[in-house]
């Protein structure tokens, strides 16, 4: 049984993951039940990803066990078909035997049976896909060996969303050889009354053939519309030898469900599809028709009954909405007509016919009433002519609906072909040319049910330029349809033509990337390409996983960049607070942003997609209401099973959506699943909705300087450095500045001067110190009182032997301070890039400094943020794991847009607060403030000045 158990393992879940998704198997989640026990309705996580699924749970007093429990596992997960519904799951544990199968949303065809809605054409194709499956289970798969059911009845034959019939429950099945005319057991009896092959039931000899005779029960159940057994007296009145009695005497019409059925049937359909029902249930096992020989006649069932489903009235209404009416003589000559295609309800609808004879409808989209739920533009101008040169759109005038408010859409199709699946398309062109390649989201609601689509040029555009995107699929039920779509906000406008009724295409077998299918298989909307590079194109755009709850992209190196929606990653608070979400159209996800409301959350992310070997960033992708390239976040958090709490002050923007990051850790990965908790202690500061937990890629940040860097601010002289052209030609301007020192200067040679220059000396007053770069480059510095420093508060200059002006300033108290110079234009180099730098030291309490100073710059009466300046080293990106490769890592890579404090060699401290550019004249306004993020006091900052020097 281990060695069993191990090739199954990957099917096991955890009873507390089933007791969850079926809210502790509660009555209400109850779908149906048999021999097996009761089946439960759940959603959750299977090998194959997260869906809704189907709970099976063994109940041993109705007769079934463990072989049985056992042997469904073994048989749907070697033998998988199209019509065979698939295991995704099981449980072994706690006393509970539970197996877990993909969720047929229409039930089983049993509860179906006396439907007046199931058409004839209906019936039929379900039959011939459950007699599919059945026969694969009886062919040979190339290991000699056939599966016998043992227990095929409608009950086990289960309907999906498209009405797919796919047969279930394997606890019964037997296995034997396939190289023999007739493969046969002797065994004991199991199975259900009515549906048992006689001589199975009398001698016990159970043959391929036996499941032959169950299915011909079904094919008469199908045809009667009722069960083949009714309750009378105490037992059950077996009804089959009453309809193969009634068919012989050719009163099949005292049989057919005719509330359904009987409308538009085929008599020639009808007759394949008896005569092939009665040869299943003959006596004679021989005279039997293998199921392969089923699924033949069924086929010519279904076709011969194909033509009778056009219904003939819609050919007379469609010939009157055309415009001008159509004239025809035969149902050909009308079919001819709209294989041309022609306009309807006053040029509102285009209506044409695929090879197959379906019905292809378009709608103008005037005809879908678009409304405004936002704003206030009027209706009609919103409706216009297409700018350029756009080709007729085929509706009057080529006019388009401007799609970038909120607005909803009532769609009509009054000219479907019945019981065929159709996909719904918008039909669309951007307005303008440039927004064609951009990360550009179709966000919608149908039904109630948020959905996103992506758009992908390289397969969504045809080759007049428009594009066709589908929204939705569904199976048609009759030849008219009503559909409400709830379009959200867009950034970027659309010019949309109409919505179209397209019959949906044969899945056509896209190549197969090894790399990359499970990507393709787990994507949330169809993916089509035809070669390696068009897949790899799509997925550098992103596509969204998992049943729209993950996002997967490449980058510009092809490495995998992953990120899990807050809606499939948040953990529960305990409290039961319930958990809110923001719709937004920045968001990549249908649910949008997670609305924390200033408190802590948890989170539980795991990935199996990432890239191995390769430097990872963990992130909060988050909205805010502020704005800038980088914005204060101060958010606080920790991973499972640690005890230090980390924080992370500032979050840089995304450059595609305006979203902002903040970067959590960093970790090599090796490939495997990573299954990483977070807890969140606060909500951080300016954090409007959280949209998930992105896995990047490091982006290696090479120019940033350690802490333990130093700078020397005092330059020494060697000969090496000196620009001997400089030297022996010293500017005139420079001799100029030698005027402004308040000390005498002396030389004797070329050299001795450029000495005195490089070293640097006083100037105007003693507050401010000139020297030049070893290119000849001016640099200055600004004692604090040159700077004009203001603050809210008597802030004090004293003396100091530190400081080469002999005084600073000593911030008393105030949550910011500004700095203004007007710099005169003999003291800076012309046509020159130059760092602004503060000097500076802390008081011994360094506590409220760690967090980073908020730097703007005042430009006539308005102040722009201009950078973050850390005044102490800031925290770095905790690691989580071993360090494959020490070469990969930046701790600081965080803060690639912040400046960071550099100790320089002459004591004090340093950090970039600006940069400018002083032109021909260099004369340059400084006015610079600095706060604190969070209004702290920035009591006991002492102020040495600010330097000033060539980038």
């Known amino acids: 049984m281990d060695s069993f158990t191990k090739e199954f393992e990957h099917l096991f879940i955890k009873l507390e993951d089933i007791k969850s998704a079926t809210n502790n198997f509660d009555k209400k989640k109850v779908i149906g039940g048999g021999g097996f026990g009761k089946v439960y309705m759940g959603e959750v996580s299977h090998y194959k990803g997260r869906s809704m699924v189907a709970f099976k749970r063994l109940d041993r007093k109705?007769?079934?066990?463990?072989?049985?429990?056992?042997?469904?596992?073994?048989?749907?997960?070697?033998?998988?078909?199209?019509?065979?519904?698939?295991?995704?799951?099981?449980?072994?544990?706690?006393?509970?035997?539970?197996?877990?199968?993909?969720?047929?949303?229409?039930?089983?065809?049993?509860?179906?049976?006396?439907?007046?809605?199931?058409?004839?054409?209906?019936?039929?194709?379900?039959?011939?896909?459950?007699?599919?499956?059945?026969?694969?289970?009886?062919?040979?798969?190339?290991n000699h060996q056939r599966v016998i059911h043992r227990d095929i009845k409608s009950s086990n034959i289960l309907l999906d969303e498209n009405w797919n019939s796919k047969v279930s429950d394997m606890g019964l099945a037997r296995i034997g050889p396939a190289n023999q005319q007739y493969t046969a057991f002797i065994t004991n009896i199991v199975g259900t009354p009515g549906y048992l092959d006689p001589i199975y039931l009398h001698m016990g000899i159970l043959t391929k053939e036996s499941d032959v005779y169950s299915f011909g029960v079904?094919?008469?159940?199908?045809?009667?519309?009722?069960?083949?057994?009714?309750?009378?007296?105490?037992?059950?009145?077996?009804?089959?030898?009453?309809?193969?009695?009634?068919?012989?005497?050719?009163?099949?019409?005292?049989?057919?469900?005719?509330?359904?059925?009987?409308?538009?049937?085929?008599?020639?359909?009808?007759?394949?599809?008896?005569?092939?029902?009665?040869?299943?249930?003959?006596?004679?096992?021989?005279?039997?028709?293998?199921?392969?020989?089923?699924?033949?006649?069924?086929?010519?069932a279904l076709k011969s009954q194909e033509p009778n489903d056009l219904v003939p009235k819609m050919y007379e209404e469609i010939g009157k909405a055309a415009v001008p009416p159509l004239m025809y003589r035969s149902d050909e000559e009308f079919k001819v007509l709209l294989s041309?295609?022609?306009?309807?309800?006053?040029?509102?609808?285009?209506?044409?016919?695929?090879?197959?004879?379906?019905?292809?409808?378009?709608?103008?989209?005037?005809?879908?009433?678009?409304?405004?739920?936002?704003?206030?533009?009027?209706?009609?101008?919103?409706?216009?002519?297409?700018?350029?040169?756009?080709?007729?759109?085929?509706?009057?005038?080529?006019?388009?609906?401007?799609?970038?408010?909120?607005?909803?859409?009532?769609?009509?199709?009054?000219?479907?072909?019945?019981?065929?699946?159709?996909?719904?398309?918008?039909?669309?062109?951007?307005?303008?040319?440039?927004?064609?390649?951009?990360?550009?989201?179709?966000?919608?609601?149908?039904?109630g049910e948020p959905k996103v689509f992506i758009i992908y040029p390289s397969t969504h555009m045809r080759e007049d330029g428009w594009f066709v995107v589908p929204l939705y699929q569904f199976t048609t039920q009759h030849t008219t349809t009503d559909l409400q779509f709830d379009f959200e906000y867009r950034y970027y406008n659309l010019l949309v033509a109409g919505i179209e009724f397209q019959p949906s295409e044969e899945k056509v077998q896209l190549p197969v990337f090894e790399e990359y299918q499970h990507i393709v298989e787990a994507a949330s909307q169809s993916l089509i390409y035809?070669?390696?590079?068009?897949?790899?194109?799509?997925?550098?755009?992103?596509?969204?996983?998992?049943g729209f709850k993950t996002w997967f992209s490449l980058n510009e190196k092809g490495q995998h960049c992953y990120m899990i929606s807050m809606k499939d990653c948040l953990i529960p608070n305990q409290d039961s607070t319930p958990q809110t979400y923001n719709s937004d159209y920045k968001s990549?996800?249908?649910?949008?942003?997670?609305?924390p409301n200033k408190k802590g959350f948890k989170t539980h992310v795991k990935t199996q997609f990432l890239s191995p070997s390769i430097t990872y960033t963990v992130k909060l992708v988050y909205n805010s209401s502020s704005y800038g390239e980088q914005v204060y976040v101060d958010l606080k958090y920790r991973l499972r099973g640690?005890?230090?709490?980390?924080?992370?002050?500032?979050?840089?923007?995304?450059?595609?959506?305006?979203?902002?990051?903040?970067?959590?850790?960093?970790?090599?990965?090796?490939?495997?699943?990573?299954?990483?908790?977070?807890?969140?202690e606060n909500s951080g500061t300016n954090i409007d909705g959280v949209e998930g937990i992105m896995f990047q890629p490091l982006e290696i940040v090479a120019d940033q300087v350690t802490k333990d860097d130093k700078v020397d601010n005092i330059q020494a002289i060697s000969d090496s450095e000196s620009d001997t052209n400089w030297e022996q030609k010293i500017p005139n301007d420079y001799e100029e500045i030698l005027n402004l020192s308040k000390d005498s200067l002396r030389w004797t040679t070329k050299k001795e001067l450029y000495s005195i220059f490089?070293?640097?000396?006083?100037?105007?007053?003693?507050?401010?110190?000139?020297?030049?770069?070893?290119?000849?480059?001016?640099?200055?510095?600004?004692?604090?009182?040159?700077?004009?420093?203001?603050?809210?508060?008597?802030?004090?200059?004293?003396?100091?032997?530190?400081?080469?002006?002999?005084?600073?300033?000593?911030?008393a108290a105030g949550k910011n301070f500004e700095l203004v110079n007007e710099i005169k234009p003999e003291v800076l180099s012309a046509d020159t890039t130059y760092a602004s730098y503060f000097v500076y030291k802390l008081p011994s309490d360094r506590s409220k400094f760690e967090c980073p100073l908020e730097v703007c710059h005042k430009s006539g009466e308005y102040y722009f943020k201009h950078i973050y300046s850390y005044l102490v080293s800031p925290p770095n990106t905790p690691v989580i794991g071993p360090k494959f490769d020490e070469n990969r890592y930046n701790p600081l890579n965080r803060h690639k847009q912040s400046a960071l404090p550099r100790q320089r060699s002459d004591g004090w401290m340093e950090v970039k607060v600006w940069e400018f550019k002083s032109w021909s004249t260099p004369e340059s306004s400084m006015h610079l403030k600095l706060e604190h993020s969070v209004k702290k006091d920035l009591g006991g900052l002492i102020i040495h000045g600010i330097e000033l020097r060539p980038i």
């Not at 079934?64 to 199209?82: A, C, N, V």
């Not at 009163?251 to 008896?274: A, G, H, Q, R, Y």
């Not at 990549?588 to 609305?595: D, S």
């Not at 080469?804 to 000593?810: I, K, M, P």
């Open 340 to 447: 041309k295609g022609v306009l309807l309800n006053g040029g509102k609808t285009w209506l044409s016919v695929n090879k197959k004879g379906e019905h292809i409808e378009s709608i103008y989209i005037e005809a879908c009433n678009p409304q405004l739920t936002y704003g206030s533009t009027n209706q009609e101008e919103l409706l216009r002519h297409p700018t350029g040169d756009i080709v007729n759109s085929r509706f009057p005038g080529g006019r388009c609906y401007q799609y970038e408010y909120e607005f909803k859409a009532r769609v009509r199709g009054q000219y479907l072909t019945p019981q065929i699946p159709y996909t719904l398309n918008l039909v669309f062109r951007y307005e303008y040319q440039s927004d064609v390649n951009r990360y550009n989201p179709l966000r919608y609601k149908i039904d």
């Open 588 to 595: 990549r996800f249908p649910a949008g942003f997670y609305q």
């Open 642 to 680: 640690k005890a230090t709490t980390s924080v992370v002050y500032l979050a840089n923007q995304r450059q595609d959506d305006w979203l902002y990051m903040a970067e959590l850790y960093q970790f090599t990965s090796d490939g495997s699943i990573v299954d990483l908790e977070f807890f969140f």
């Open 62 to 142: 109705f007769g079934q066990g463990d072989p049985e429990f056992w042997k469904e596992i073994m048989m749907l997960s070697r033998y998988t078909h199209e019509n065979l519904i698939s295991l995704l799951g099981y449980c072994n544990e706690g006393g509970e035997m539970i197996l877990v199968y993909e969720h047929a949303s229409n039930g089983s065809l049993d509860r179906h049976l006396s439907s007046t809605t199931l058409t004839w054409t209906q019936r039929i194709k379900i039959c011939l896909d459950a007699a599919r499956g059945l026969s694969y289970l009886h062919e040979d798969k190339g």
């Open 758 to 811: 490089r070293r640097g000396f006083l100037i105007n007053n003693g507050q401010q110190w000139f020297s030049v770069d070893k290119h000849g480059k001016k640099c200055l510095l600004l004692s604090a009182k040159a700077t004009w420093v203001i603050d809210d508060k008597n802030s004090a200059f004293v003396s100091s032997d530190e400081s080469r002006f002999g005084e600073v300033l000593v911030i």
């Open 218 to 300: 079904v094919l008469l159940e199908v045809l009667c519309g009722r069960l083949c057994f009714e309750k009378y007296n105490d037992g059950f009145l077996n009804l089959v030898p009453t309809w193969k009695k009634s068919c012989k005497l050719n009163e099949i019409d005292k049989l057919i469900f005719k509330d359904s059925i009987m409308k538009n049937m085929d008599p020639t359909s009808l007759v394949t599809f008896t005569d092939i029902a009665l040869r299943c249930l003959n006596k004679s096992r021989e005279e039997r028709p293998s199921m392969a020989d089923v699924v033949e006649k069924l086929e010519i």
């Open 530 to 546: 035809t070669s390696l590079d068009e897949l790899k194109q799509i997925l550098s755009k992103g596509v969204l996983l998992n």
